[in-house]
């Protein structure tokens, strides 16, 4: 099951460039059980694996803006260490339902979010680098809490704040999400156990996931499968919220 799960997200992410993280966590909250603050940390270790496979892709073919990468973590590495501090410290059992209205609902806006990128593609970006590493702080922030948000906002950020071409966007937020991802996994990592089993059946089957979906993705359109994927991750995030409600107000 878990090498299965593995292969499908990673899969999922190839074809269309979605985050991992916004996919992993709650297929392991609402399939596998597992308490929020463990997904989260598994979620972020595994789409380290799946970015490492992708980056050195983009970086050989120079779609890769290392100076727009370094302000971008910045502002992003100290937030993801706040968001993953925040979260080992909000993982009792008495706040866990928060944690899944937080987590869930930061997954539907993340998801909702992914529908404006052809909004930001056609407008006529304006270099305003200054704001880089501040706008990436809150990005990072949401990444240590949730796993979520360093594809759909980082992506926007860039569309919005840069003038790179959309490969190059797509490489250097690719860069951006493995350092940040590898941070706010080690951080967990230190902080409490890792369910290394998990993360290893995942991790064997992502790769061969990872790899099928970069192939393919180059030769099939992956527009409708995109849509298709957002709807479905939308109501994924619409359940951990029901969850988390359902708890808070009984």
Same mark, same amino acid.
């Given at each position: ?21 916004? #996919?992993?966590?709650?297929? @392991?909250?609402? +399939? *596998? ?5 463990? /997904?989260? !940390?598994? $979620? %972020?270790?595994?789409?380290t694996l ?81 704001? #880089?590493?501040?706008?990436? @702080?809150?990005? +990072? *922030? ?5 796993? /979520?948000? !360093?594809? $759909? %906002? ?32 080690s951080w ?63």
């Amino acid at each position: 099951m878990e090498y299965l799960l593995g292969f499908l997200i990673a899969l999922a992410v190839g074809l269309t460039g979605m985050g991992g993280g916004v #996919l992993t966590t709650p297929l @392991l909250i609402l +399939g *596998l059980g597992l308490p929020a603050h463990e /997904a989260v !940390a598994v $979620a %972020l270790l595994f789409s380290t694996l799946t970015k490492v496979i992708a980056t050195p892709f983009y970086a050989s073919r120079g779609q890769l803006s290392w100076p727009v990468a370094k302000l971008l973590l910045i502002g992003g590495l100290p937030g993801v260490i706040a968001g993953s501090f925040l979260l080992n410290k909000t993982s009792t059992k008495s706040l866990e339902p928060y944690v899944l209205t937080i987590v869930g609902a930061t997954i539907v806006v993340m998801t909702a979010l992914t529908f404006l990128k052809p909004l930001f593609a056609k407008a006529q970006p304006k270099e305003r680098m200054h704001l #880089l590493p501040w706008l990436a @702080l809150p990005i +990072g *922030l949401e990444v240590g809490f949730s796993s /979520a948000g !360093a594809g $759909a %906002l980082g992506s926007l950020l860039l569309l919005s704040c840069t003038t790179l071409t959309p490969s190059a966007v797509v490489g250097t937020d690719l860069f951006f999400g493995l350092v940040i991802s590898a941070a706010g996994g080690s951080w967990h990592a230190l902080t409490q156990p890792i369910n290394t089993a998990l993360l290893w059946k995942l991790s064997t089957g992502g790769v061969a996931g990872a790899l099928l979906g970069a192939w393919l993705g180059t030769r099939i359109p992956t527009r409708a499968l995109r849509t298709a994927l957002s709807a479905f991750l939308f109501f994924l995030g619409g359940q951990l919220c029901w969850k988390g409600l359902g708890v808070l107000v009984r």
